[in-house]
């Protein structure tokens, strides 16, 4: 029996899913002459029968769409059965539909908490991803066109037959971690509190390599608890270049290309970042020689970096990130490089610095900064050493006295 809430949700979803009357058909059946009894009986007849077919299609429909979005926003009630009933064979969600459903979902979920697993607060909000990536993210073009290239694909896809992995490279405080945070804010209500975002940082989560052993037991079981809470996950594992072997060969069951699984009525999606200072030299290398040759930093392009990128990763001997499955096989979607920022990049995080703050500022303000940092190489001083990390906690230098 339901409720009202659950009466008024259900009179809301059949009203924006319905069809409306003009594209109610008469089946096509050959009609009387105009103008006698018998077709003025005949078209009351066809009338009553057409509306009797609609109203049955319409409760059926309806029901349908009942049980899809009460699987969607009350799950811990709906069994395989119930959802598969939902899809009956042969049936499938039209976009307009989908797109009503998960509207709906979205707006009922604002007021209660209605689901456990956490997919009712899985937003994809992808105009606010490309958004935070132009205006937050400084001085990082590439990143910004693969990054966002990358996720909106592979969460569009209807079947995907494997994770996402994305590698991110480059030195210190030149935004990984902050991307990584980006992501998880547009794709999730709570961000990096959402259930279904997960991060492992190596030297804090995984510090002894006596204890590998144990750490794989509990990253897979934190990894397959994860997916079966969610139907969209996302995991990020930060210094990924210091992951014990063990632990790279644990996740690549969960990098491989999977079965497809007809009987499924949505497919699980999962997205593994790994983040890395691996490859920060030749990325600046590369960089630093492109301007030299009179190219802008907005010239740099994947060609000038791929290769060699993937090279210094493979070659390194002080990780074994680069010598894993996962990199040989080409489990690895993408190598991502993170250049090295300018000044004018420092001037930016210490104007979004203050701005967070509600602070005042002036532009010698951010002019003193942004020389705080230590740029090189020794002779041009073009890159910040720690690209923008710890800029914020530099405010209190400029602030004025009292």
Not at 272 to 283: A, K, M, R, W
């Amino acid at each position: 029996m339901l409720g009202g809430t659950e009466r008024l949700l259900w009179l809301l979803l059949l009203s924006l899913l319905l069809p409306p009357p003009s594209a109610w058909g008469h089946g096509g059946q050959a009609r009387p002459r105009e103008g006698t009894e018998e077709a003025g009986s005949a078209r009351a007849w066809l009338a009553f029968q057409g509306l009797r077919e609609r109203l049955r299609a319409a409760g059926a429909l309806s029901r349908r769409y009942w049980a899809l979005f009460s699987c969607r926003v009350w799950p811990e009630g709906c069994g395989e059965d119930e959802e598969a009933s939902a899809r009956p064979p042969g049936w499938s969600l039209a976009l307009l539909g989908q797109q009503y459903l998960d509207i709906l979902s979205t707006w009922s979920c604002s007021f209660w908490d209605c689901c456990d697993r956490g997919d009712c607060k899985i937003i994809n909000n992808f105009t606010g991803l490309e958004a935070d990536l132009r205006v937050r993210l400084h001085g990082q073009h590439l990143a910004r066109e693969l990054v966002l290239t990358a996720v909106r694909g592979y969460l569009e896809k209807p079947r995907p037959d494997k994770a996402l992995a994305l590698s991110f490279h480059g030195w210190s405080g030149t935004g990984k971690n902050f991307v990584a945070r980006m992501l998880a804010e547009n794709l999730y209500q709570d961000g990096l509190r959402s259930d279904c975002v997960k991060v492992f940082i190596s030297t804090l989560h995984f510090p002894h390599p006596k204890n590998v052993d144990l750490y794989e037991e509990e990253l897979t079981d934190k990894i397959r608890k994860t997916q079966e809470h969610c139907r969209q996950t996302l995991f990020i594992l930060d210094e990924a270049e210091k992951l014990h072997p063990g632990l790279l060969e644990a996740l690549r069951p969960h990098l491989e290309r999977q079965a497809p699984n007809n009987h499924r009525a949505e497919s699980k999606r999962t997205i593994f970042l790994f983040l890395s200072n691996l490859g920060g030299n030749i990325i600046n290398e590369v960089v630093l020689n492109l301007l030299k040759a009179g190219q802008s930093r907005e010239e740099v392009r994947m060609e000038h970096l791929e290769s060699r990128l993937q090279a210094e990763i493979v070659a390194s001997t002080d990780s074994g990130f680069g010598h894993s499955r996962l990199v040989k096989e080409n489990l690895i979607d993408l190598f991502i490089p993170f250049l090295p920022l300018e000044f004018r990049h420092v001037r930016l995080c210490a104007r979004d610095a203050f701005l967070s703050q509600d602070l005042l500022y002036t532009e010698e303000a951010l002019d003193e900064m942004a020389r705080m940092m230590v740029y090189v190489p020794k002779e041009e001083q073009l890159f910040s050493s720690q690209g923008c990390k710890s800029i914020s906690q530099r405010i209190s230098y400029v602030l004025p006295e009292g």
